[in-house]
């Protein structure tokens, strides 16, 4: 067999992994699109500029950053700790906050450029006929910037899919836990085993 039950898993974790990432992405960076679409605010570019922070800074730097934050003597491991709960470093959930980290831009970019598209013409109207704030945006907003929404969820899935820096920082490289599909291509890559990295990347290519 081409493909071994180890890469079947981690292709199972990188899918798993993507897709909750995708999710809380759109939970998070829908509102966040909306105000630094909206806000008038003078300097709303310095947090424009953190967003856009993992688009620049190299992906290992982000994952050590990361990886200290999520140890057991960083500020979220250590709280995690007090509270009776485990480090979140080299586990899944720690892989899922680096790979919300590092593909937010992927996510709030497109959805911040479809909200400023808008314009205020249809939510003024909107908000003549008694709309409320939440039913303009609800009823107004999201409908009209579709397609935004569209380029956000495929850019923040694809983008998850191919993590390797961030994941192999934060996560590691262990088997059916942190093991993604990745990390498996390059495992296979390094032990000459480039029959198996070539079904899996060719896979990974025809899904891209």
Known sequence: M??????LTALWITFRLAALTTVI?????????????????RYKFLL?????????????VLGFYLLIALGPHGPVGGLMERLGGQPLAFTFSGLVIGSVVYSLPFVVQPLQGAFAA???????VAATLRASPLDRFLT????????GFLTATVLGFAHTLGE??????????IPG??????????????TLEYTQAHWISGGLLLLS
């Open 2 to 7: 081409m493909v071994s039950e180890q890469d």
């Open 25 to 41: 992405l759109l939970l998070i960076g829908t509102p966040l699109a909306w105000w630094l679409a909206r806000s008038r605010w």
């Open 48 to 60: 424009e500029a953190v967003v856009a922070l993992p688009l620049v800074l190299p992906p290992t």
């Open 118 to 124: 808008l314009g205020r013409r249809p939510l003024e």
């Open 140 to 147: 107004v907003a999201v409908p009209l910037a579709r397609p």
């Open 164 to 173: 390797f820096g961030v994941v192999l920082m934060v996560g590691g490289n």
């Open 177 to 190: 836990s942190t093991q993604v599909i990745s990390i498996a291509i390059y495992d296979h890559v390094e």
